[in-house]
Structures are given as C-alpha cells and as structure tokens.
C-alpha cells in the first residue's frame, strides 16, 4: 500500500541476546530503551499497536537499572529487555482500559498486575500498553475507539485478536516479547495473523492477578515472542512453575525426544483456505505425524465455549450495559447484550459439556503426545472487511476466525502458536497441542520443528 | 410473552425470539433500545443455535457411561 511504512530490519533483536548485551556493559539498558522508545515513535503511526507509551517511567526504570549493574548488584535475566503489554493488565498509575471507552474515567490501578511485577523483577522494561478487541470480545482488533490495529506483514489487514496490539509490536520488532490474555483464541490467532510465537499455557498456569477478566473460567495469560528461545525464557520467568525445571535451557534436549504427533482432521480442517492446508503439509511428513486423528465434540465444544462467552461476559457487564450500552463498541455490545438474555440453564450445560469434551480429549491423549492442527481457516484479512467464505458460506470474520482455537482453551490445554515458515508471503501459524500440564512437550515439539527450518518468524518486508 | 407459554430458550421459534429477547430483558431490568435490536436479534439467534447444539449432543451422550470414565 502506499502512504505508511513501517522501519525495516533484516533480523530481529533477540531478547536473551540484549540481556546478555546488558549485563555485559556492551550495551545499557538506557540505549535498548531508547532504541526501542524510537521504533514506537516512528512506526505506531502506521501499526497502531500502542495506546500508550511509558516513555518517562521506561527511561528512569532502564537508568535505575544500569545502575544497580555499575554498582556490582545482581540483575533479572531479562535485564533491560523493553516490553509492553495488552491494556488489560494493570499498570500502577494508568487506567486499565480494556479497549473500552467506558474504563477511560476507572481509577488509575494501584499495583503492577502480577505478570508485570515479575517481569520487572526479571529486569524487563515496560514500555507501553497495547491495543485489543473491546474487554477482549472479538478476533480482529478493529476497535471502535481506538482504531484498527494494522498487520505489520500487510498495512491493509488486520493483526487478528484480541491481543492485536500485542502481536504487532513483536512482529514489527517495537518489542521483542508482549504479554496478552486468550479466552477464545486472542493470543494464538494474532499471533498466527502476524507471524510470530505465541503460548497459552494450560489454564490457571499464569497469574490473571491483576488482569481486566472476560470469562473468568475461560482467560488465560499469554506470551508473544519473535523467536522460541525467548518465549521460553519469558515464559520461565513469569510461570507459577516451581518444579526447578525452566524450559529455556532444555530446548535442545527436548527438540530429540520421541514424540507421537497427530495431526487434527475433522472440525480442525474444516473450512481452511487451500494455501493453509498446503502449508501444514510437510509438517505431517516431517513429523511422520498420523493424519487420521479426530478430535470428537469439537465443533460442540465450540459452540458452548461461545455460549460461555457472552453469558459470563454480560454478567460481568451488566451494569454498564443497563446505564450506557451507547458507550460500547457496537461490535461487542450487541454480542453482550445477546449474552445477558440467556438463561442460567444455557451456562449449566455448556458446563455440563465441558467435562464430557475433557474425556474426548484424555482419550486422544493416551494415543498422542502432542496434536497439531492450523491456527486459523485462513491468512489475516483485509481491515474493514466484516465476513470471510468458509465452506461456500459467508460467516463473520470477528466471530469466525477463532474456530479452530475455541474449542482448546475451553479445556484449558495449553498450546503453543507457531509461525510456518514462509518468508515474503502472509503468515500462516500452526497451534501445537498438548494435554494439561505438558507445557514442555508444546515447546519440545516447537524446538524440534524450528530445528528442521519448519517454524520461523520473519521481519516484515 | 403469552405466545411463549412455557416454552424455554431452546424451543423458542425464530419468530418469536424478538418477544423473547423483549420479555428477558424486562425481567433483568435492562432496556434495548430501537438501534440495537437488529443487532442483539441476529446474535441471540446464533447463540440460540450454538446452544441446541450443546444440548443435542447432552441428550444423545450415555450420561452414566460419562460419569463411569470421569477421573
């Protein structure tokens, strides 16, 4: 297109390196932030990730930091790493807004969301806050108040959602890590839309202390990085993990384990675009994965996931939606105002259908270590572009891009996005599956499949 | 809401999902207005979908086999 650019970089900075860089007075952690602070001011016009920039508490936390290391003092691994996270983790200070205009007037939150204060504590650098679907209820960042957030890869098309905001920035190279939240799909879809890593690890494994809720029995925390290494070093810092056992330094020995892969057909293929199941076939080689593996009660799973969705978040609304439903995002405020007229039963049986999901799932599981399936039906739509064709039929994109994630964290399994490898074409991400728990078995798939030149993330062009 | 009877959500006939969606929303104190009725209709009627789903598939399950293979 023409009109906006985004600064180009042949690599991507990675995090790790930078912290190595720090703590060896190569660099300080004043210039990564800088660097960093710079990229904001000169690409956030054309991505519109940010809504905010901490660019005065980011200098002052970098320069405090560069101190403690002039003094001898020991520093986090991630010293001096600039980072930014989705607007609805709370910043001491800032309003947490959620992507709504109705929480510009909130109180400004007191403490650090949980996730932040450790990623502080790590030596990571908050830069920024970043833009999303309203209270987190859409897969396309097109909010109404705030604007469209653009596809680094694609000025013209969206960077997915929820976490838009959060996808962009690490895929434009901002930053090299952002946290977001996924409920439905709002880490992995971006994520795959953007093309680069993302993880939402088994549910209640991160800390949502601190974080604005959509379903409370469905959020999740998540991570964004451009590599793998750094996803896990993040993900080692921020985890509630107290095995002693990071993943960061074990990738390698967990890239040569055995592992028994399936390849989800059935709900999981359905309605993909023909160039997203191109991509994924050499995957299935590579990985001597099974393809006849199907995953029962998904598309069920999906459809109470849905139904979960706009109960619980028009309860949590419900004020709002009583004195100033004109406020919302007309997007989402129709979705929850449908939400608020369901019955107490529709909730006890999408419930009542968990548990039944659960087994369907333990009984793969007994046959597979890990499952892969496509992130999305397709790659990252235009922006304005409000239905997309699945099977012949025209359905909502907002509402539809997430079909093939809904229906995993509605159990909670934990998955890992993984950006294929394509360089100079659209992003097209794989979701790499394991059963509750098994977060070392995602990444030990992900390892070995950036080992074989499979997954990789690109700069845009 | 007389049409409606006794009927619940999931055997509502489309036709009379606007009468539902009117009488619900009188009953938690929330107020549609005129623009958004188009809107809030369509979604409800997808929900309504999504949800004879999850039931249909309730029904046919062997509710005690279930129970047998919970943990």
Redesign the interface.
């Known amino acids: 297109m023409n009109g906006p650019s985004l600064h180009r970089a042949s690599t991507f900075p990675n995090a790790w390196r930078i912290a190595q860089d720090v703590k060896a007075g190569r660099t300080t952690a004043r210039s990564v932030v800088s660097d960093a602070l710079q990229r904001i001011a000169f690409d956030n016009p054309s991505l519109n990730a940010f809504t905010a920039v901490f660019a005065d508490q980011a200098i002052a936390d970098a320069e405090a930091l560069d101190a403690a290391l002039a003094a001898g003092r020991l520093v986090g691994p991630l010293a001096g790493v600039p980072f930014a996270v989705k607007n609805l983790f709370d910043v001491a200070g800032h309003a947490t807004l959620a992507g709504s205009k109705i929480r510009q007037d909130a109180a400004p939150a007191s403490q650090d969301a949980d996730l932040v204060t450790r990623l502080k504590a790590a030596g990571a650098i908050l830069v920024g806050a970043l833009n999303m679907d309203e209270f987190a209820y859409g897969f396309v960042t097109e909010n109404a108040h705030y604007g469209a957030t653009r596809n680094p890869h694609d000025l013209d098309r969206i960077a997915g959602g929820s976490s838009g905001g959060s996808a962009a920035a690490v895929a434009a190279g901002i930053v090299p890590f952002s946290l977001g939240s996924d409920t439905n799909g709002s880490v992995r879809v971006p994520a795959a839309l953007c093309g680069v890593y993302g993880l939402k690890p088994s549910w209640g494994r991160l800390s949502l202390a601190g974080v604005f809720p959509f379903v409370n029995s469905l959020d999740h925390a998540g991570l964004f990085a451009r590599n793998l290494e750094d996803l896990a070093n993040v993900y080692d810092a921020v985890s509630r993990e107290s095995d002693g056992h990071p993943i960061a330094g074990r990738l390698e020995e967990l890239a040569s384990r055995k592992m028994r892969v399936g390849m989800l057909k059935g709900w999981f293929t359905q309605g993909a675009a023909p160039e997203v199941l191109e991509a994924l076939a050499p995957l299935a080689d590579a990985l001597n994965a099974d393809l006849d593996v199907e995953l029962e009660?998904a598309?069920?799973a999906r459809?109470?996931a849905?139904?979960l969705s706009?109960y619980e978040g028009a309860r949590l609304h419900?004020d709002d939606?009583?004195r100033r439903?004109?406020a919302f995002d007309?997007a989402v405020?129709?979705?929850l105002?449908?939400?608020?007229?369901?019955?107490d039963?529709?909730a006890a049986?999408?419930n009542?259908?968990r548990?039944?999901f659960r087994?369907a799932a333990n009984r793969l599981f007994d046959r597979y270590d890990v499952l892969i399936a496509p992130t999305t039906p397709c790659v990252a739509p235009r922006i304005g572009e409000s239905t997309m064709v699945v099977d012949g039929e025209s359905v909502s994109v907002r509402?539809n891009l997430g079909a093939y994630t809904q229906p995993l964290s509605f159990i909670g399994l934990p998955v890992l996005a993984a950006p294929l490898n394509r360089p100079g074409r659209l992003p097209i991400g794989i979701q790499i599956i394991g059963n509750e728990g098994c977060e070392n078995i995602v990444f030990a798939l992900a390892a070995k499949l950036e080992q074989l030149s499979l997954v990789k993330a690109y700069p845009p062009q | 809401m007389s049409r409606l009877g006794q009927k619940s959500f999931l055997q509502i006939d489309e036709a009379d999902l606007f009468m539902y969606a009117e009488g619900r929303a009188a009953e938690i104190d929330l107020i549609i207005a005129a623009p958004f009725q188009p809107g809030v209709l369509e979604n409800l009627t997808a929900l309504q979908a999504h949800a004879l789903r999850v039931s249909a598939a309730l029904q046919d399950l062997d509710a005690p086999a279930v129970e047998a293979r919970l943990p």
Request: hydrophobic share 45%; aromatic share 6%.
């Open positions: 009660g598309e069920t459809s109470a849905f139904c706009a419900l939606l009583r439903a004109e007309p405020r129709d979705r105002l449908a939400g608020a007229l369901l019955p039963d529709i049986q999408a009542a259908y548990r039944v087994i509402k």
